[in-house]
C-alpha cells in the first residue's frame, strides 16, 4: 500500500521568493517518487523523479527534491519563483515493479504574486 | 508525433446517459491509464491496461468499464452517468520498460445534469 500527503492545498510566495512545496510518503516497497506540475486546463508534465539513484534530484525549470528516507518526505524546492511558475504541483509515489500504479497526493497549488 | 490525445474535450451527459471517451498515443507504449481528476482530490486511477486485450481494476472504478482492442486505444465507457463522475478525466501511456514517466492527455471535461 501506498499513499502521498501534500502539506498545504495552496502556498503563496512573492516573485523571487524561495519555493518550498511539501510531500511526505509512505510505501510498504522502496518507492520511486515524483513531482508533476499542471498549467490551467492542461494535462500534467512531469517535473522530476527520484528512482533510488542521487537522492538530490534536478528538474526541469530550474526545481529541485530531495528524497530523505527518515522522514519518508520528498520536498519540492526553487530558489527563487518566476510568475510563471504559478501552477498545481502534485507528487506522487509508485513502487518499483513494472506493474506498479501511481498513486497522488491532493495537490498544490502555488500562487506567485509580483 | 501527436503524444497521447483525448477525444472529446469537452461533453455534457443527461443522468442516465452513455458515453465512451476515448485516448490514442502514438509512442508504442504498453501501458495505458485513466484516471479522474476532482477538485482537492488529486487525481484517482479508475482502470489501467498493462497490454492489448487486458484490463485491470485501479481505485475508483465503479460505474466505468473499458476496453483495449488496440495497443494504441484505450477507451473508458460510462453506461449510466451519474452526476457523481462530473469529473475532469485523463488519460496517461508509459513504456512498460520504464516506471519512470506517465505521458498525460490534456484532457476530457465531463458534466452530468
Known amino acids: 500500500a501506498q499513499s502521498v500527503t501534500q502539506l498545504g492545498s495552496h502556498v503563496s510566495v512573492s516573485e523571487g521568493a524561495l519555493v518550498l512545496l511539501r510531500c511526505n510518503y509512505s510505501?510498504?516497497?522502496?518507492?520511486?517518487l515524483f513531482w508533476y506540475v499542471q498549467y490551467p486546463n492542461q494535462g500534467l508534465q512531469l517535473l522530476l523523479k527520484y528512482t533510488s539513484a542521487a537522492t538530490l534530484v534536478k528538474g526541469i525549470n530550474g526545481f529541485e527534491a530531495e528524497f530523505k528516507k527518515s522522514e519518508t518526505s520528498f520536498h519540492l524546492t526553487k530558489p527563487s519563483a518566476h510568475m510563471s511558475d504559478a501552477a498545481e504541483y502534485f507528487c506522487?509515489?509508485?513502487?518499483?515493479?513494472?506493474?506498479?500504479?501511481?498513486?497522488f497526493g491532493k495537490g498544490t497549488m502555488l500562487l506567485v504574486s509580483p | 508525433n501527436a503524444g497521447v490525445t483525448q477525444t472529446p474535450k469537452f461533453r455534457v451527459l443527461k443522468t442516465g446517459q452513455s458515453m465512451t471517451l476515448l485516448c490514442a498515443q502514438d509512442?508504442?507504449?504498453?501501458?495505458m491509464y485513466w484516471y479522474r481528476q476532482d477538485p482537492g482530490m488529486g487525481l484517482r486511477l479508475i482502470h489501467y491496461?498493462?497490454?492489448?486485450?487486458?484490463?485491470a481494476k485501479g481505485e475508483v472504478p465503479d460505474g466505468y468499464n473499458v476496453s483495449r482492442l488496440k495497443k494504441q486505444n484505450f477507451l473508458l465507457g460510462l453506461e449510466s452517468a451519474a452526476p457523481s463522475q462530473t469529473s475532469v478525466y485523463f488519460c496517461?501511456?508509459?513504456?512498460?520498460?520504464?516506471?519512470?514517466?506517465?505521458?498525460f492527455g490534456p484532457g476530457t471535461r465531463l458534466t452530468v445534469t
Open positions: 491496461s498493462v497490454g492489448e486485450g487486458t484490463t
Open positions: 510505501s510498504s516497497v522502496p518507492p520511486y
Open positions: 506522487a509515489v509508485s513502487g518499483s515493479s513494472g506493474y506498479s500504479t501511481l498513486t
Open positions: 509512442m508504442n507504449h504498453e501501458y
Open positions: 496517461a501511456s508509459r513504456r512498460a520498460s520504464s516506471v519512470y514517466e506517465q505521458y
